[in-house]
């Protein structure tokens, strides 16, 4: 363990772990979105975990060389809640505004405030004006429906992506 903190990823952290060579684990937080931008230039390996159990099996199942198959979360988008709106049948609407990437409807969701995991789940419905959409791209606006999910606020931000498998090489 070179450093450890509270609060959100940093660029000061990317930049620790850019020179000494070393992962990144965040415990229920997230990078902030300079921090981001760095760790996909520098190509840093990040490690996000909810559960502390889950990343010490991991641990133990790499030293004692039983890898499971490792799955990598690739990052689709991230979108701002501008407003939120009450459906009836389909329940809170995130009136939301695409930041960066290309929002895909049906992916994973994870809802971010104040730098910190509120929620984690599926996306129930991707929206654009009153039609049903497959995809929204950066610089448009969309409504989101999250599964399971109503507390969602102005200002929130909800990160989309996909969960892949890394073949072993």
Do not use: W
């Not at 903190?5 to 965040?26: C, R």
């Not at 133990?60 to 990052?75: L, Y």
């Amino acid at each position: 363990v070179i450093h450890r903190g509270v609060g959100a990823i940093t660029e000061n952290d990317v930049q620790l772990s850019s020179a000494s060579k070393a992962i990144i684990i965040g415990f229920n937080v997230r990078a902030d979105a300079r921090a981001s931008q760095l760790i996909s230039n520098e190509g840093i390996q990040v490690i996000y975990s909810r559960i502390i159990y889950d990343l010490s099996d991991q641990i133990k199942k790499a030293v004692n060389g039983m890898r499971a198959p490792t799955f990598k979360e690739m990052a689709l988008g991230r979108v701002e809640v501008r407003q939120t709106f009450r459906v009836p049948r389909l329940g809170m609407i995130a009136g939301s505004y695409v930041l960066d990437g290309t929002i895909t409807r049906g992916a994973q969701v994870r809802l971010v405030r104040d730098s910190r995991v509120v929620y984690e789940g599926k996306m129930a419905s991707l929206r654009r004006f009153k039609d049903d959409v497959k995809e929204v791209a950066a610089g448009y606006e969309c409504g989101i429906g999250i599964e399971g999910y109503s507390d969602i606020k102005d200002g929130d931000i909800i990160e989309v992506f996909k969960i892949e498998e890394v073949r072993a090489s």
